[in-house]
DNA sequence: CGGCGCATGTAACTTGTTACATGATTCC
DNA sequence: GGAATCATGTAACAAGTTACATGCGCCG
């Protein structure tokens, strides 16, 4: 069983989706920590529907194509209770802009500049919609009795991406004065 | 040309080294924001190689069997620059624990203690270790010019792993007025 | 009827991990 | 000579992304 699975189950544990919606909601909802593409969703579908962890329902259609909607099994539910009790061992985390910082000397202070801009930029907007979801939550009523759990994973959000700011702000100074020294000691080469 | 080859090229412009060595390297230096596994590292090396980009050199063996060691080229040192001044595309985000902490209402709050427990002692651990780096590169010379840069790097992990840990501390304490609730219901199942 | 939007599905590719086979040296 | 250590290399697998092919209904 992939992590995928998992995923689907959980979202399917609380209604019936097609894949995708299941996308969708992967989108919006995991976007800051997750990700997973049709090629991953489609497959797993199947392999679940072949388990018996999930089965097909009503094809429903609004508007377009057919939509092949799932719902999940009461086998499925176990499945999903057993892999929360197993130990957490995926984590990672690749940020390409630390290579770059790393190596950052072989390059010009406004190289760095740029990225750090951008970095800025991206994270400060998923912070502003991670801000948007809290108020959402906490104004629609709980009928899931989950609205906790998940402000506590936009909290996590929250927090990661205001240090990622606070870095970007103090790397940003650190590369700004670094330029300065480089074009002061270009125009007073004598000095020192 | 894949990341991994810029990850060899930014650490051969600093010194010859063989794959084991990378290996190491990357284990140690960027352990909280890369990696890179032996399966890609050599086959890296010998198309590096075939690209003009890195050549091999001495064959040095302190103990052991022989290393072969590789030395980044002119065109190398290019390729390097040339690849800092792209914008940053990648950045992964995957956290397991985020995605069970999301679907938690399905299992006991005991359950997220225990991988709150380990998610926290194993970020302690990672902000143990990068003080420790930051101590020794503050104390040796900086005969690279790069301290700097590397201590922004640093900075980061510090940031966000205490984000992670200020976030744990919070969560936990949540799920444990939780697991408090519960009981409570439980020892007293009329009142209310 | 043509294009757009919703939706499913897959094949090809890229990337990354794991496990294994091998080789050489040192130390006991 | 055997274990430990340092080191290279590969094959098999697992995971993940992308691009494409298809289908259907609606709207102008």
New binding site residues.
Partial sequence: ????DYVILGLLAEQP????????LVDIRFKFFW?????????A??SLAAEGLAEECAQ???????????QITPAGREALVAWLGQPVE?E?L?LEILLKTYFSNYAAPEVMLGHLAAFEQSHAQQLHILGLFQKELERIPDDDENHREVLRVIDFGQKVNMAYLDWCRETRDYFEQKQARLREAQDQPDKK
Same sequence: chains 1, 2.
Wanted: a positive charge; charged letters at 25%.
């Fill in positions: 069983m992939r992590q995928t989706l097609s894949g995708y919606q299941i996308k969708k990700s997973e593409s049709f090629g991953q969703i489609f497959p579908l199947k429903e259609h609004t508007g377009g194509r057919a939509a092949k909607t799932y995926k990672s690749r």
